[in-house]
C-alpha cells in the first residue's frame, strides 16, 4: 500500500514509492519524507499540465461554440467563467487520484456535500435565478439592447448576468430584475424582427364622415418619412363608443428606440389632428347630462325637477 505510512502485521512498515520515490531515496531522504514529497510533485505536475490542457484546448473550443451560436462578448464572460472552474475542479480531482490522496479527496468530497446542501437551502432564490440566467442565455428571449416589457415595466436592457438583468427604463431608471421574474412570466418583446406595430385610435363624432377620416389617418401615416410604407398603414373602425366612432391605426416603425417611438407617434397624431380640424371632423369627449332635485331637510328642494 502506497502513501506516507502503511501497517502490516501491527507494525508499521515502509512506504511503497514509485520510480521517483526512488529517485528522491537516492539524494538521501527516508521512505516516508520521498513518499510525501512524491506525491506532492506528482500532484502539482497533474494539477498544471491538466491545468494547461484545458486552457489551450477546452476553453478555446467552448469560445468558438458560443461564438456559432451568435452570443455578444457579454453573454460569454459568465459561460467561460464557469468552462475555466470547470477545469480547474476535474484537474484537481484528477490530480488527487493520481497522486494517490483518495482517502482525503473522498473526506473533502463529504464535506463539500454537507456544505453544498446547506448552501444550497440558503440560498433557493439565488439558485433559482442562477438557472434563469441559464435558460436566458439558451433560448435568448431577448438581448442587449432590446425593448422588453414585463409585469407592468418596460425599458432597454442594458446588462445580462447569471443572476439579474439590469434594465433602464424610459424615465431613466436602472431596474435590478432577478432572472427568474423574466423566465416565470410573459416577456415581450415590442421590436420583433427589427420593426414595431404602433396601433392608435382616434375618435370621431357620429355624424363624421367615417371614410375621409379613414383617408386622412392613412394619407397623414404615408407622409411621415419614418413610418414604414410596407407594411402598408392602415385603419379599421373597430369601436362604437357611447359619445364616439374609435378608427384604429396601424403603422410601422423601423427598428425604433423608445425616445423614437414616442416622438414619430406624437408627431403622427399632432397632424392627423390638424387635418381633422381643418375638414372639421370633430373629436368628441363624453358628456354627461344629470337631471333631478337635491333634497334637503325640511323637505325643500335645490332643483326642482322638469315636468
Known amino acids: 500500500m502506497s502513501g506516507p505510512l502503511a501497517i502490516q502485521n501491527g507494525e508499521a512498515a515502509e512506504p511503497g514509492l514509485g520510480v521517483l520515490g526512488e529517485l528522491l531515496r537516492g539524494f538521501g531522504l527516508g521512505a516516508t519524507e520521498a513518499a510525501t514529497l512524491e506525491g506532492l510533485i506528482v500532484f502539482l505536475g497533474t494539477l498544471v499540465a491538466l491545468y494547461l490542457v484545458g486552457r489551450v484546448l477546452v476553453v478555446p473550443l467552448v469560445e468558438r461554440a458560443l461564438d456559432r451560436r451568435g ?17 480547474v475542479f476535474v484537474a484537481i480531482a484528477i490530480a488527487f487520484g493520481a497522486a494517490d490522496y483518495g482517502n482525503f479527496l473522498v473526506s473533502m468530497a463529504g464535506i463539500a456535500a454537507a456544505g453544498a446542501l ?10 433559482a435565478n442562477f438557472v434563469a440566467g441559464v435558460f436566458i442565455y439558451a433560448d435568448e428571449p431577448f438581448r442587449i439592447g432590446d425593448w422588453i416589457e414585463w409585469d407592468g415595466h418596460s425599458g432597454v436592457v442594458e446588462d445580462i448576468s447569471l443572476r439579474v438583468t439590469r434594465v433602464r427604463t424610459f424615465d431613466n431608471e436602472l431596474l435590478t430584475v432577478p ?85 414619430i407617434r406624437g408627431e403622427y397624431v399632432t397632424a392627423v389632428k390638424r387635418r381633422f380640424d381643418e375638414e372639421g371632423i370633430d373629436i368628441p369627449y363624453p358628456i354627461r347630462t344629470l337631471e333631478g332635485g337635491l333634497e334637503l331637510a325640511g323637505g325643500r328642494s335645490v332643483v326642482e325637477p322638469a315636468e
Open 71 to 87: 452570443l455578444d462578448d457579454h453573454a460569454q464572460t459568465p459561460l467561460l467563467l464557469i468552462t475555466r472552474f470547470l477545469v
Open 118 to 127: 446547506a448552501i444550497g437551502f440558503a440560498m433557493q432564490n439565488v439558485i
Open 179 to 263: 432572472n427568474s421574474q423574466l423566465t416565470s412570466g410573459v416577456v415581450k418583446n415590442p421590436v420583433e424582427g427589427e420593426k414595431l406595430r404602433v396601433k392608435f385610435v382616434f375618435g370621431i363624432g357620429y355624424d363624421d364622415d367615417v371614410e375621409l377620416a379613414s383617408e386622412i389617418i392613412v394619407e397623414e401615416a404615408e407622409r411621415h418619412p419614418e413610418i414604414m410604407a410596407e407594411p402598408a398603414p392602415s385603419v379599421r373602425l373597430t369601436e362604437l363608443n357611447d359619445s364616439d366612432v374609435g378608427l384604429q391605426s396601424r403603422i410601422w416603425i423601423a427598428d425604433p428606440s423608445r425616445a423614437d417611438f414616442v416622438r
